[in-house]
């Protein structure tokens, strides 16, 4: 990873939502592009991740808040660059593989890029967390129509235009929540598959039935949620065209 200094502004931006993982964050880290910024999104580790990401050259923003969204939205609300990322910090997914969902939202062909994770060695998938995605991307569909296998934390979109979408879930449900009201919005979304690995550590999330449980209650709660009609993307100030 290259450090990116005030004198050469990121190319993009990638936030991490970060909670102990500090035995994965070397992995990661290592695999941010040459050119973008990490934004290492400390959410009240105790294991030393915030010091060792600052060490390995990210940049660390604190959210005491803790939640999923609550770290995702942080590292949203501090980024700089004209186009934003998403990935987990557990070294389940290489943020290398981010470059072409860039390239894609940058030539306008997409809005928003979604990773559709394709498990790799055992264990990468619990049984009880991929039917939960299960359900909740048929109940997506229903919901907006698109045809979308994953709601899954790679992803790519331009920092204006997800800023203009009023996020305001700061538990699980945010990744749908974005989803949701970019499809409101008439964004073009698009999903490719990618590799997703064991992580390292252990789940906060969906690690076991209950966490899963409660992260499908979070996004119940997302889809019940009245049409917002946010700008569409080509309104929000982007620069992308349509």
């Known amino acids: 990873m290259r450090d990116v200094t005030t004198s050469s502004p990121p190319d993009v931006d990638v936030v991490l939502p970060c909670l102990d993982e500090a035995e994965a964050l070397p992995w990661v880290l290592a695999r941010i592009p040459a050119g973008w910024r990490a934004l290492v999104v400390d959410n009240g580790s105790t294991d030393g991740s915030a010091d060792l990401a600052r060490a390995l050259g990210a940049t660390v923003v604190s959210e005491p808040r803790r939640g999923f969204g609550a770290a995702c939205h942080a590292g949203l609300s501090a980024a700089t660059a004209g186009v934003v990322c998403f990935c987990d910090c557990d070294a389940s997914l290489d943020p290398g593989l981010l470059v072409p969902f ?8 997409a809005d928003l890029v979604l990773g559709r994770r394709r498990p790799e060695g055992r264990g990468a998938w619990p049984a009880h967390a991929r039917a939960g995605n299960l359900a909740l991307a048929r109940m997506l569909r229903r919901r907006t129509g ?9 992803r790519a979109a331009r920092r204006e235009a997800l800023l203009a979408l009023g996020l305001d879930d700061r538990r699980s449900g945010y990744p749908l929540q974005m989803v949701v009201r970019a499809a409101d919005a008439g964004w073009r979304i698009t999903e490719h598959d990618v590799p997703y690995r064991p992580r ?8 076991t039935w209950r966490g899963t449980w409660h992260a499908v209650r979070d996004m119940r709660r997302v889809l019940a949620e009245d049409p917002v009609r946010p700008l569409p993307c080509e309104a929000s100030g982007d620069g992308n065209s349509r």
């Not at 860039?102 to 062909?109: K, S, T």
């Not at 045809?147 to 934390?153: E, F, I, Q, R």
């Not at 390292?200 to 690690?207: D, M």
């Open 146 to 154: 698109l045809a979308l296998h994953d709601l899954g934390p790679l």
């Open 200 to 207: 390292t550590g252990a789940s906060k999330v969906t690690g």
């Open 102 to 109: 860039v390239d894609e939202v940058r030539a306008g062909a």
